[in-house]
């Protein structure tokens, strides 16, 4: 059972971990190159709070015994990723990457990106957003707000930054009613790797 946490330490959790490490990033107070280790310093602070709060394997979506009901979901929002990828891609022209070298390196980094996204939105985000606010529709709404948000640090068409928020209310809902960390990150990785690798985070 999560402990109640005021509004005003929520917001202002949400500020310092999603919004101002974005916009240092955005006017490069904070060089481009240092974007996956400030992700992974962002996911320390959340580590910091869920341990001193106690937070159980339960609240981290860390659960085996949901796998068999809640895979089809996560394959669903995964193929559908996928397809609409692959449309924007054939639609805007982008172009692929083809050297092993840079595709090694786009997995080396956006496999655990996508880990740690996901830890950061899915499991810790979402659980902060149901303390402060009742309604689902406006959970998923925020999650998927700031989501997006994050994205403005790439060059990315408005059709793919639209993507990323449908994509993002899709991912939110099933995380919801079916959490399970493993499985999220698994369609994230795949989303996120197949998007590299059709160039559109190059």
């Known amino acids: 059972m999560l402990r109640k946490v005021s509004r005003e330490v929520i917001l202002l959790q949400i500020l ?47 659960r ?10 996560y394959a669903i929002i995964t193929l559908l990723s996928l397809t609409v990828l692959f449309i924007l891609e054939n639609f805007l022209a982008i172009n692929q990457i083809n050297t092993k070298e840079m595709i090694l390196q786009r997995l080396v980094f956006f496999i655990p990106m996508s880990v740690l996204q996901e830890f950061a939105f899915s499991v810790f985000l979402l659980k902060r957003l149901q303390l402060i606010f009742g309604h ?32 993002s209310v899709f991912a939110s809902i099933v995380y919801l009613y079916r959490p399970n960390f493993l499985l999220v990150s698994i369609y994230h990785s795949i989303a996120n790797i197949t998007a590299v690798l059709l160039g559109f985070f190059v």
């Open 64 to 73: 085996t015994d949901n796998i068999k009901s809640a895979w089809p979901y």
């Open 136 to 167: 689902k529709f406006l959970i998923v709404f925020i999650n998927a707000l700031v989501f997006t948000f994050i994205h403005i640090i790439y060059p990315l068409p408005p059709a793919l930054v639209i993507f990323t928020f449908i994509g």
């Open 16 to 62: 310092i971990i999603f919004v101002a490490p974005v916009f240092a990033l955005y006017y490069g107070f904070i060089d481009m190159h240092a974007k996956f280790f400030l992700l992974g310093f962002s996911a320390l602070i959340i580590y910091s709070i869920i341990n001193r709060e106690k937070w159980n394997y339960y609240d981290l979506g860390l």
